[in-house]
């Protein structure tokens, strides 16, 4: 059974940075691509970043191009997102999410973790 | 980027009844198109995707249709467990990947 748990969430001023980790469990992580979607309070879900299943690719939506980097570690089974330079519109629930395929790239969100936090406030 | 139109923000019904969400693209994406269940408290659940593919696990009272940029999702006899607020969300033109606003489907 796939598992998902996220942490690295808090509260951050504008201009500082968190990262997120992802702990994955139950499938074989290192043949699986991999995305972080977001969900700000009371809004819908907006996709934020992609890494295939070797790390070869990432991809990103503009709007966070350039301040976040996503990145993983296949030797211990780790989703990270690195997140610089953060707004107040960054706050959001942070998930951590593995896509459907395999070394088939589908690029489709499957199976969800529960989320973390991050909040940018002064 | 491809934008995605859902309606109706909200749905009120009963249990028992039939449940009609409509997904609308900017452009044509084929056949990319998935639904997504959220409940609150809960992370997103994958329903539907290709349009009419429903992964392992979903029941079958969940159908998709549609092609092109017009896509629905029927949920046949609405039980207690699916009010909730349904996504969908296109693969063809990436990135971004992209999610409509959303649907509430809500108990009259």
């Known amino acids: 059974q796939v598992h998902l748990v996220e942490s690295g969430g808090g509260v951050v001023q504008p201009g500082g940075s968190l990262r997120l980790s992802c702990v994955a469990s139950?499938?074989?992580?290192?043949?699986?691509?991999m995305h972080w979607v977001r969900q700000a309070p009371g809004k819908g879900l907006e996709w934020v970043a992609f890494?295939?299943?070797?790390?070869?690719?990432?991809k990103y939506d503009p709007f966070v191009r350039g301040r976040f980097t996503i990145s993983r570690d296949n030797s211990n089974n780790i989703l990270y997102l690195q997140m610089d330079d953060l707004r107040t519109d960054d706050t959001a629930l942070y998930f951590c999410?593995?896509?459907?395929?395999?070394?088939?790239?589908?690029?489709?969100?499957?199976?969800w973790g529960q989320g973390t936090l991050v909040s940018v406030s002064s | 980027e491809i934008l995605l139109t859902q309606s109706p923000a909200v749905l009120s019904l009963s249990p028992g009844e039939r449940a009609t969400l409509y997904c609308r693209a900017s452009?044509?994406?084929?056949?990319?198109l998935a639904w997504f269940q959220h409940k609150p408290g809960q992370p997103p659940r994958l329903l539907i995707y290709?349009?009419?593919r429903r992964p392992n696990g979903v029941p079958a009272r969940f159908t998709g249709g549609g092609s092109g940029t017009d896509f629905t999702l029927t949920i046949s006899s609405l039980e207690s467990e699916d009010f909730a607020v349904y996504y969908c969300?296109?693969?063809?033109?990436?990135?971004?990947?992209?999610f409509g606003g959303g649907t509430r489907v809500e108990i009259k």
């Open positions: 452009q044509d994406i084929g056949k990319f």
């Open positions: 890494i295939k299943y070797d790390g070869s690719l990432e």
């Open positions: 969300q296109q693969r063809s033109h990436w990135p971004p990947l992209t």
């Open positions: 139950g499938f074989n992580f290192n043949v699986f691509d």
């Open positions: 999410v593995k896509d459907f395929g395999g070394q088939i790239t589908m690029v489709l969100p499957e199976s």
């Open positions: 290709d349009t009419v």
